[in-house]
């Protein structure tokens, strides 16, 4: 026995801040590795997860959330579930007024990501089901009309390739 905790249990209004943004819950159910590190997170009620960097802004919220770590605590997996609601918005940098945002409804989305440089995951497959709503728009700039796109249906896969306007924050 080495002393490292293996479990953490909380709940009561949590707030957990991370490099990229800030996480709430009402309960977290923590399971720990070697060495204290997270293998895996139960998030449940009212979980919401925000994200405010200067190219791209991110607003996700859900009945229940669970996130798998890989070796080096890095998300591999995120599923929500149960009203699950994620906006986005980003931009291409250089460009100070063009955005495009991406809103999408389902009862489970589940997200997996791949490590793209050290000590950061990039999203690359998104699954959504249940009553799945996309809506995609070019918010275009002063100039230009904003263009939208509407998906819908039972079930949604969506694969994300890397993209070289938007570095990694």
């Known amino acids: 026995i080495d002393?490292?905790?293996?479990?953490?249990d909380a709940q009561?209004?949590?707030?957990?801040?991370?490099?990229?943004?800030?996480?709430?819950?009402?309960?977290?159910?923590?399971?720990?590795?070697?060495?204290?590190?997270?293998?895996?997170?139960?998030?449940t009620g009212g979980v919401i997860y925000s994200s405010d960097e200067l190219l791209r802004h991110l607003k996700g919220s859900a009945d229940q959330a669970r996130i798998t770590f890989d070796s080096n605590e890095q998300p591999e997996n995120v599923v929500f579930l149960g009203e699950v609601q994620i906006v986005e918005r980003i931009r291409p940098a250089g460009s100070s007024e063009q955005w495009t945002s991406r809103d999408l409804t389902a009862g489970r989305v589940d997200a997996e990501f791949e490590r793209s440089v050290p000590n950061k995951s990039q999203l690359r497959t998104v699954e959504a089901a249940g009553d799945v709503h996309l809506s995609m728009a070019d918010e275009g700039g002063p100039t230009s009309n904003k263009a939208t796109t509407y998906l819908s249906g039972d079930e949604l896969v969506a694969r994300l390739a890397s993209s070289p306007e938007i570095p990694p924050q």
């Open 3 to 8: 002393g490292s905790l293996s479990r953490v």
């Open 12 to 43: 009561g209004n949590l707030r957990v801040k991370t490099q990229d943004g800030v996480l709430t819950s009402q309960r977290a159910n923590v399971l720990l590795g070697t060495q204290s590190k997270p293998q895996s997170i139960l998030l």
